[in-house]
């Protein structure tokens, strides 16, 4: 349950939604066969999005990978990012991410190759 800011209430285990957010480098919209793509085959992705949120109008904060990931994570404009505005650079340890908050209000949070920090 989300209560302004980063806020999160301590539910039980039970109670609380399952979150993944899944994101990918270079990606456009339409390469999934939950889009539509006549070529593109991906059945678990399209499996995972007709049983949750389907997102088909959302934009990115920034025309690179490593600017648009900090936008999403810390949910701040770019400009405000210091480095993590940046193409190559990383995000300053001062910016809170949401995946921290979540996992201090007792979600397990993984991630593979590209984190955050």
């Not at 989300?2 to 979150?19: M, Q, T, V």
């Not at 990606?27 to 949120?53: E, L, M, N, S």
């Amino acid at each position: 349950m989300l209560s302004g800011g980063f806020g999160f209430s301590k539910a039980s285990a039970d109670e609380r939604p399952n979150i993944l957010f899944a994101i990918a480098d270079d990606w456009a919209w339409p390469h999934a066969g939950v889009y539509g793509d006549p070529v593109v085959k991906t059945p678990t992705f399209d499996r995972i999005a007709q049983a949750g949120v389907l997102f088909t109008r959302a934009h990115t904060a920034a025309p690179t990978c490593t600017a648009s990931r900090g936008s999403i994570l810390t949910g701040q404009a770019i400009w405000r990012l210091e480095d993590g505005g940046n193409l190559w650079s990383r995000l300053p340890a001062k910016f809170r991410v949401y995946p921290d908050e979540l996992e201090k209000a007792g979600y397990v949070v993984g991630l593979t190759r590209k984190g955050w920090g």
